[in-house]
Structure formats: structure tokens, C-alpha cells
């Protein structure tokens, strides 16, 4: 039977049947996300903190997402993630890193992940896209608090302006590139 009935929030109509209805709507009940953003998270620099405000959110909105959302939902977090790391990447080009420091190479090990995990969902396999957004949460609480805590600290140090390029303490910059993070993997 096809019924049409406003939805839950009064924001339009769903033309659907009723058992489809019902599946939904208990899926959707039983679907929560598991990553939120938290105080811990934050980096006093304001740039990089809206960054990842932004792929929490999107993290929760794949975890949430209806069967027929997940794929570009989690699409939506790559190119968001593929910006938010690329940026990233620049500023401690910008600012003496290596290229081979280990902060950018976790970069790039994470992003070959969530582009194989894409493929994988565009051909059905949507349990592994909830499952990599849950489990990239638990990544991100521990890289932000390592890695990107330690880059939010240099750049502060150096003055650095993410609009410009600009190093405004340019005697603050260490003479020898940096091959650390500064993270809990450096020495
Ligand atoms: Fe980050
Ligand atoms: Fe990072």
C-alpha cells in the first residue's frame, strides 16, 4: 500500500508504503552518532578548529544517514577530508616541515583508506562506510590531539596567517626543515 503522510517534522511529505515507513523509522532510531564535538578537540586557532568542526560534523551525518545517503554523504567527506589534509599539508610546507615528516604521511595513508573505503560503498557495501566513520571518530580525537595540536602550536609560534602564507615571526622558523610532527611519534 502507498501512503502519503507529512514526516516526523512537519518539513514536507514522503511518498513511500507503510512497511518502508516503519523500516525506516526504526533504522533512523537506532542509528547514532558515535563521534560529537568536545572541548578537547580544540586547538585555538581558529582556522583549523572550524576545519574539523566540520568533519565531525560530517562524520555524524554518515553515521545517521539513511541506506540511500551514505554513499554521498561519506563522497562529501573525502573531498571535505582531501581540502581539510591538503591544507594542512601546505602549512608545514609553508613553515619548514619536510615532505616526508610523519603528520603528512598520515595524511596520506588515511585518505588512500577512506578512497578505497568509497569505492567499496559505490559498489553496496555501506556497513564499511558506518563502520570507517565511526572508526576514523576514534582516529581523529587521537590525531588532533597529537599531531594537530603540535602543528597548531608552531604556527602560532611562527605567526603564521593561513589567508596570506604568511610567516609573520619569520625568526621563530627553525634553520633545518622539521622531519617530526611534534606528536606523540617524534622523538
Ligand atoms: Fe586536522
Ligand atoms: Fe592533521
Redesign the pocket.
Given at each position: 500500500m502507498t501512503c502519503i503522510k507529512p514526516d516526523s517534522q512537519g518539513l514536507g511529505y514522503h511518498d513511500r508504503t507503510q512497511g518502508e515507513h516503519q523500516m525506516n523509522e526504526t533504522a533512523q532510531a537506532e542509528r547514532s552518532a558515535t563521534v560529537a564535538w568536545s572541548d578537547a578537540l580544540c586547538l585555538d586557532l581558529d582556522f583549523m578548529d572550524d576545519t574539523h568542526r566540520e568533519f565531525i560534523d560530517l562524520l555524524a551525518a554518515i553515521e545517521v544517514a539513511d541506506d540511500d545517503q551514505v554513499v554521498a554523504r561519506f563522497a562529501a567527506m573525502v573531498v571535505h577530508t582531501e581540502g581539510?589534509?591538503g591544507a594542512?599539508d601546505q602549512w608545514m610546507k609553508d613553515t619548514h616541515f619536510s615532505s616526508s615528516n610523519c603528520?603528512a604521511v598520515?595524511?596520506d595513508v588515511v585518505l588512500q583508506v577512506l578512497r578505497e573505503g568509497l569505492r567499496r560503498g559505490e559498489g553496496g557495501d555501506l556497513t564499511l562506510l558506518r563502520d570507517l566513520a565511526r572508526e576514523l571518530g576514534v582516529w581523529f580525537c587521537q590525531?588532533?590531539q597529537s599531531?594537530?595540536a603540535a602543528?597548531a602550536l608552531h604556527l602560532r609560534g611562527v605567526g603564521y596567517d593561513a589567508t596570506t602564507g604568511q610567516v609573520l615571526r619569520p625568526e621563530a622558523l627553525p634553520t633545518d626543515a622539521i622531519s617530526g610532527c611534534g606528536g606523540s611519534c617524534s622523538s
Amino acid at each position: 500500500m502507498t501512503c502519503i503522510k507529512p514526516d516526523s517534522q512537519g518539513l514536507g511529505y514522503h511518498d513511500r508504503t507503510q512497511g518502508e515507513h516503519q523500516m525506516n523509522e526504526t533504522a533512523q532510531a537506532e542509528r547514532s552518532a558515535t563521534v560529537a564535538w568536545s572541548d578537547a578537540l580544540c586547538l585555538d586557532l581558529d582556522f583549523m578548529d572550524d576545519t574539523h568542526r566540520e568533519f565531525i560534523d560530517l562524520l555524524a551525518a554518515i553515521e545517521v544517514a539513511d541506506d540511500d545517503q551514505v554513499v554521498a554523504r561519506f563522497a562529501a567527506m573525502v573531498v571535505h577530508t582531501e581540502g581539510h589534509f591538503g591544507a594542512e599539508d601546505q602549512w608545514m610546507k609553508d613553515t619548514h616541515f619536510s615532505s616526508s615528516n610523519c603528520h603528512a604521511v598520515q595524511h596520506d595513508v588515511v585518505l588512500q583508506v577512506l578512497r578505497e573505503g568509497l569505492r567499496r560503498g559505490e559498489g553496496g557495501d555501506l556497513t564499511l562506510l558506518r563502520d570507517l566513520a565511526r572508526e576514523l571518530g576514534v582516529w581523529f580525537c587521537q590525531h588532533a590531539q597529537s599531531m594537530d595540536a603540535a602543528l597548531a602550536l608552531h604556527l602560532r609560534g611562527v605567526g603564521y596567517d593561513a589567508t596570506t602564507g604568511q610567516v609573520l615571526r619569520p625568526e621563530a622558523l627553525p634553520t633545518d626543515a622539521i622531519s617530526g610532527c611534534g606528536g606523540s611519534c617524534s622523538s
